[in-house]
């Protein structure tokens, strides 16, 4: 079945820095993609999301970039701090109903 | 606190036991899903709710896995005769549109001895 991953398991970056995290997806037909971030023991936490009529989107310190040519999302956070450390996980549509996770990335901010 | 809530946030059982879970969705929200979450893995799908009716379920949610949303509101998700490779968190989330943002709530962690 479509399937949705990420290139890189583990992320570490130095707190200030700005950080990249990537995903793949396979599903052509797939228009609407969320981002999750997720702390030890709790649920996953909406981030920013993006729809496929879009390429850029951004929030507060955060951007998602979308390249439908490649399949290829990306979330950027600017100026990361120690509270960004978390789990971010992919996510797309699938069939309008339930979404469809990749593996996810472990971001660990250093002092 | 309006966001999703899920109760118990901790379950240890033994073997064979049964177990319910409850979610409570955001105020307002027609969909209601499960998922469920092992280690170093990203959720998966298990059923959905429209208001009551339940409308599509995995073939992860085996017949010990009975799921229920009888007003619309609340939601439960009872295991059957559990078994150790049941252990995981069970996540719930809620939308209110088609296709829209799914909230999640904390996650009830399962642990079958």
């Known amino acids: 079945g479509e399937s949705v991953g990420l290139h890189l398991p583990t992320l570490s970056v130095q707190e200030g820095d700005n950080s990249i995290i990537n995903c793949a997806y396979s599903?052509?037909?797939?228009?609407?993609f969320i981002w999750y971030k997720q702390e030890s023991g709790k649920g996953p936490q909406f981030i920013i999301d993006?729809?496929?009529?879009?390429d850029k989107r951004q929030g507060q310190r955060v951007t998602v970039l979308l390249n439908k040519t490649v399949k290829h999302l990306s979330l950027q956070i600017a100026a990361t701090q120690p509270g960004d450390s978390a789990v971010y996980f992919c996510?797309?549509?699938?069939?309008?109903?339930?979404?469809?996770f990749g593996q996810g990335t472990r971001l660990t901010i250093n002092p | 606190d309006t966001g999703v809530s899920q109760d118990p946030r901790h379950k240890i059982t033994k073997r064979g036991q049964n177990v319910t879970f409850r979610c409570d969705p955001i105020?307002?929200?027609?969909?209601l899903y499960w998922y469920r979450q092992t280690l170093g893995q990203g959720p998966e799908f298990l059923t959905y709710?429209?208001?009551?009716?339940?409308?599509?379920k995995s073939r992860l949610l085996s017949d010990r896995f009975s799921a229920e949303r009888p007003k619309g509101s609340f939601s439960t998700l009872e295991i059957q005769r559990t078994e150790q490779g049941d252990s995981a968190m069970y996540l719930c989330?809620?939308?209110?549109?088609?296709?829209?943002?799914?909230?999640f709530g904390p996650g009830t962690r399962l642990t079958v001895l």
């Open positions: 709710f429209q208001n009551e009716a339940q409308l599509e």
């Open positions: 989330a809620s939308s209110l549109l088609i296709a829209d943002t799914q909230y």
């Open positions: 996510a797309e549509i699938e069939g309008a109903q339930k979404l469809v």
């Open positions: 599903n052509s037909a797939s228009d609407y």
């Open positions: 993006i729809r496929s009529n879009m």
């Open positions: 105020s307002e929200h027609n969909r």
